[in-house]
Nanobody, 123 residues
């Protein structure tokens, strides 16, 4: 499966952006689609995820209530009330069925990553 995140850009604090993850190839192998971000000098961290089997959504505490994977589009990450600390490169990734019992918050458990998209939030 090939993944490609898009929709990043420059936004002022308090603004919104909508990221999309285009998936091609064997998309049926996606058990969980995860969103991660990596700020300069920091480790990649979990942001949000959706489990395709039942549509359950999961969010990091730092974005809960501000970021949403809409019910009508599991390939979108709607980001509201953005803050400068949200500045990072954002990635979408696949956790396959064979790894479904692993921690979906851990980036090392994902096996396919899209090229990231840069989100910059100015103060």
């Amino acid at each position: 499966v090939q993944l490609q995140a898009s929709g990043g850009g420059l936004v002022q604090a308090g603004g919104s952006l909508e990221l999309s993850c285009a998936a091609s190839g064997r998309t049926s192998t996606i058990y969980i689609m995860g969103w991660f971000r990596q700020a300069p000098g920091k480790e990649r961290e979990f942001v949000a995820a959706v489990r395709r089997l039942d549509g359950n959504r999961y969010y990091a505490d730092s974005v809960n209530g501000r970021f949403t994977i809409p019910s009508e589009s599991s390939k979108t990450l709607q980001m509201n009330s953005l803050q400068p600390e949200d500045t990072a490169v954002y990635y979408c990734a696949r956790l396959p069925l064979g790894r479904r019992f692993l921690d979906f918050r851990a980036p090392q458990n994902y096996d396919s990553w899209g090229q990231g998209t840069l989100v910059t939030v100015s103060s």
